[in-house]
């Protein structure tokens, strides 16, 4: 199962409705509860990251029977320093990012603790790639 | 605990939920970052004490599976977050008094720290 999604940068009011739809989707194929828990809380970071961070993105979601690949694919300032950026604690969130609860530096490093395989991608000025597998 | 006492132990109000009556929480988190509550790795009984009420909040107790949340310092729930929290099958509570004073009662009445 192949879906897609929009995501526009700055709309905090929507941000998390994909990973919703997504947490909906995988409990009603009778995924185990733990797996929907750790796919869910590291699309939500990167939900968040684009939200927070980019102009606007996609987010990818290929549903399997033994795994799902998400893809969060956006367009903006990229990150300069990926490992730099994977260090807890390291942010470069804006005042209006923390004041809705983020902005510590532990979005990255969550989604790596929740995620089999992690890939992020980057291109200063164009965007930046993540994605997320978890096995079943 | 059960919500009830909680409520009435913080001077609150239930704003959100239904049929609380045989529901307990055993333990709590008192966070006002969301980062954080993403990291709590088994979320059942566990009470969330916050004073950021936005969506967001809610959001990341849908993915936390955080059902019971008390917003503190007088913060309000919006009829957004209310939806949100219908939605997920949720608690939410409000009080005036401060994270400290509400987390040192909870913990004064045998709520567990969740850490």
């Not at chain 2, 006002?32 to 959001?59: F, H």
């Amino acid at each position: 199962m192949l879906l897609e999604y929009q995501v526009n940068g700055g709309d905090f009011t929507n941000a998390g409705s994909v990973s919703s739809n997504v947490k909906k989707m995988m409990r009603q194929l009778g995924v185990d509860s733990s797996v929907v828990k750790r796919t869910v809380v590291a699309l939500y970071e990167a939900e968040v990251n684009i939200v927070a961070h980019a102009y606007r993105g996609v987010i990818t979601v290929d549903l399997q029977p033994d795994k799902i690949y998400i893809k969060l694919a956006d367009e903006g300032p990229g990150i300069a320093d990926i490992s730099q950026a994977m260090q807890e604690g390291y942010s470069t969130a804006s005042v209006a990012v923390r004041e809705m609860g983020f902005g510590a530096g532990m979005g990255l490093p969550n989604i790596k603790a929740n995620s089999d395989i992690l890939n992020v991608n980057s291109v200063v000025g164009k965007g930046t790639t993540v994605e997320i597998t978890n096995n079943f | 605990m059960k919500i009830d006492e909680i409520i009435a132990l913080v001077g609150g109000r239930l704003i959100e939920g239904n049929n609380t009556e045989n529901e307990e929480v055993t333990r709590a988190f008192a966070s006002d970052l969301m980062s954080d509550v993403l990291t709590i790795k088994d979320a059942s009984s566990l009470l969330l004490i916050t004073g950021l009420a936005n969506t967001q909040t809610i959001r990341t107790c849908e993915m936390a599976e955080v059902r019971y949340v008390l917003f503190v310092r007088g913060k309000k729930v919006t009829d957004e977050m209310k939806e949100l929290a219908e939605d997920n099958n949720m608690v939410l509570m409000e009080t005036s008094y401060s994270m400290y004073k509400v987390a040192g009662i909870l913990y004064a009445n045998n709520i567990q720290p969740l850490y």
